[in-house]
């Protein structure tokens, strides 16, 4: 059977811009539902400053109180020396660092130049290493940014390429508004897998114009295996108007199993995470 792996991002990805600030114990309830679901990696923290991200504010915590399954690892952003420090006190299982190919973005999500956070995260993939965590690798606006417009297929790739060099052991290709289509998908990862292979990448596609499983289906047919969701469809990125949901976890699994894709996950225990996503956004509009 052929195998597709889905990266549950709805803890970290999915949460991090919503309005109302979530109790740590719906966090850690819906981490432990995904625990069951059959995922091999969970992103459930961000180690970035509660003054740009409240809502991450209490990744510490939820890494301490979360019931591990054997044989799952919890991810945690890092987007410097101290987020690093941090994510290894909680007991990350691994740490992700998050570069973009487009200079406004960068300029935007981590107020510095492409190569200035290249540099910043070449130091985070040092320490990573040193503990003995493994480090994945995002790029942002992989299609089109919203204050550059479209973003050079050979921009991605040469900051992919970086990102492999200074330690990623996978690379997730982000279209971080959503308004990727298939024939831009298909450009970008031909330009990348010029210099990187399929099975170092992972394809991470916003739902925002409904074209996320034309856009998967698209990097399917290049090679590749992996691909990044949010339970519930839970997401947005605050640094992209518009970029409201990531590709729902349960939909992609639907959609793959469908197509003859096995993703070793058990649809009943997603629909009871994607119903504790829904409570979530529920509670932020009874607020």
């Known amino acids: 059977m052929r195998d597709v792996e889905i990266f549950e991002v709805g803890p970290r990805d999915g949460l991090q811009n919503e309005p109302r600030l979530i109790p740590v114990a719906e966090k850690v309830a819906l981490v432990d539902c995904l625990s069951r679901a059959g995922f091999r990696r969970i992103e459930v923290a961000s180690f970035v400053s509660p003054k740009w991200v409240p809502q991450m504010a209490s990744s510490g915590e939820v890494l301490r109180l979360i019931r ?13 020396s101290r987020g690093l420090e941090d994510a290894l006190k909680a007991g990350a299982d691994e740490v992700a660092i998050f570069a973009s190919a487009s200079e406004g973005f960068s300029r935007a999500n981590l107020n510095c130049s492409i190569e200035d956070s290249l540099a910043r995260f070449s130091e985070v993939a040092k320490g990573a290493q040193a503990a003995g965590l493994p480090v994945r690798g995002y790029v942002s606006c992989v299609v089109e940014c919203p204050f550059d417009g479209p973003t050079p297929p050979q921009a991605v790739a040469q900051v992919a390429a970086k990102l492999q060099a200074m330690g990623c052991y996978e690379i997730s290709l982000g ?15 031909q330009a990348v897998l010029e210099v990187l292979p399929a099975q170092t990448l992972a394809g991470h596609f916003h739902d925002t114009a409904g074209r996320a499983l034309e856009n998967v289906e698209a990097a399917l047919v ?12 839970l997401g947005g990125c605050p640094y992209a108007p518009g970029a409201a949901g990531n590709l729902a976890t349960e939909a992609l699994a639907a959609w793959l199993e469908a197509r003859g894709w096995h993703t070793g996950l058990d649809a009943a225990v997603l629909a009871q995470a994607a119903g504790l996503a829904r409570q979530m956004r529920q509670g932020e509009r009874d607020v």
């Open 222 to 233: 290049l090679g590749l295996r992996v691909f990044d969701a949010a339970v519930g469809g």
């Open 68 to 80: 591990r399954a054997p044989g799952l690892r919890y991810a945690a952003l890092a987007p410097n």
């Open 175 to 189: 279209d971080t508004i959503g308004r990727a289509t298939p024939v831009g998908v298909t450009a970008m990862l």
